[in-house]
């Protein structure tokens, strides 16, 4: 980025399947300079998120779709460039909602301060971000997580699964994390704790190996996968247990609609709650969420790692990675 010309993906058409490099392309734009009560911003982190193919697609959700041959936006750490504004400083590290470019102008509206040196900027991307949050709503506020319960959880070496698989172990739950391979396995065994891992792609038959390792059932279930692992969390569910659905992500690139929930009837003569939730209705929860991780953090009880891709010419790379497995821990494409 030079002083004021920056680069920026466009989605140029809509993904069917598995998207391609081929549906972004790169714009260059020239910045305004920053007038009165603005700032420039220079990105260093750009976060890439499943929930960003969901907005590929022309369908009423919960957000509405990027448009086409326009920015994409999505969760960005960068630093203050330039600041016309009383409430920032030249040198601030800031979180935005402006990534997927390289820098931007703005009016300081949905730009938040964040410290440093209390943690690493791409932290507040995942484990003390967006991700990070998603877990701690969807255990407390979705799930009720109680005190040593058994829990289950799905794409568990993720951004949200790591947290979700942290936050239970400081529960004093049983942990069961389900995983795409042996190195995520073995980081949640040495590193959160967890009691038992299964790596799904080696392990022929998943329903089994979760009753194997729950043999008195799951008491609640933290599913970001959906399909088969929904399918056998709930059939290992203990009668009244809680299935909390965060994600789906094994079916995000699905070209026809995916087969429902075979075993449903658990859901009757288990007597189970199955409850979505979308992490933006529980902003009230942020304040929580940074005092209880700051304990969990100065206690040793959370701890997480990142997979960084360097390079801006990488976003697409990066961001398709997540649907083949490529990130242990919250992946972000490291720019500046
Ligand atoms: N409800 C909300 O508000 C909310 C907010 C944030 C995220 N989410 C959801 O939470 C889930 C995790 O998000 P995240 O940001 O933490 O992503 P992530 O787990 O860091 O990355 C995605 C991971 O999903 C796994 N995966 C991808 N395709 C799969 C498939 N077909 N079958 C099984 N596993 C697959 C891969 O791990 P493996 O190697 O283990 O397969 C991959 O590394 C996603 O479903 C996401 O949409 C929901």
Redesign the pocket.
């Known amino acids: 980025m030079t002083a004021a010309t920056i680069r920026e993906y466009h989605l140029l058409r809509r993904p069917v399947g598995l998207p391609t490099a081929a549906d972004f392309t790169v714009a260059t734009r020239s910045l305004p300079e920053p007038a009165q009560g603005e700032v420039r911003v220079r990105n260093q982190f750009l976060s890439v998120?499943?929930?960003m193919r969901g907005r590929m697609i022309e369908a009423k959700s919960y957000v509405p779709p990027f448009a086409l041959n326009a920015p994409l936006d999505g969760g960005a750490v960068g630093r203050v460039e330039v600041s016309n504004h009383p409430d920032f400083s030249v040198g601030d590290t800031v979180l935005s909602m402006m990534g997927w470019r390289e820098g931007f102008v703005s009016d300081g509206k949905g730009l938040i301060r964040i410290d440093p040196t209390l943690a690493p900027p791409q932290a507040y991307l995942g484990t003390l971000g967006?991700?990070g949050l998603?877990a701690y709503a969807?255990l407390f506020v979705i799930g009720g997580l109680g005190e040593a319960e058994t829990v289950l959880v799905s794409?568990a070496?993720?951004?949200?699964?790591m947290v979700v698989c942290q936050i239970a172990k400081a529960r004093n739950c049983r942990v069961i994390a389900v995983?795409?391979?042996d190195e995520?396995a073995r980081w949640l065994e040495r590193e959160a704790g967890v009691d038992v891992t299964i790596n799904?792609r080696t392990e022929p038959n998943l329903r089994k190996a979760i009753a194997a390792a729950a043999p008195d059932g799951i008491d609640l279930t933290f599913e970001?996968?959906g399909g088969e692992?929904l399918e056998a969390a709930i059939a290992c569910s203990k009668t009244f247990g809680r299935v909390v659905i965060?994600?789906?992500?094994?079916q995000y690139n699905a070209t026809e609609a995916p087969a429902g929930i075979r075993n449903v009837r658990d859901i009757l003569t288990r007597r189970l709650t199955v409850r979505g939730?979308?992490?933006?209705d529980h902003g009230d929860r942020r304040a929580d969420f940074l005092r209880d991780m700051a304990g969990w953090i100065k206690a040793g009880r959370m701890k997480w790692t990142e997979t960084i891709v360097d390079g801006f010419d990488r976003m697409p790379e990066a961001f398709l990675g997540?649907?083949?497995?490529?990130?242990l821990?919250?992946?972000v494409v490291r720019i500046g």
Do not use: E, Q, R
């Open positions: 998120d499943p929930y967006m991700p998603t969807g794409g070496a993720g951004a949200v699964g995983v795409g391979s995520k799904y970001n996968v692992h965060c994600g789906l992500i094994s939730f979308i992490v933006s997540l649907f083949s497995g490529a990130n821990g919250k992946m």
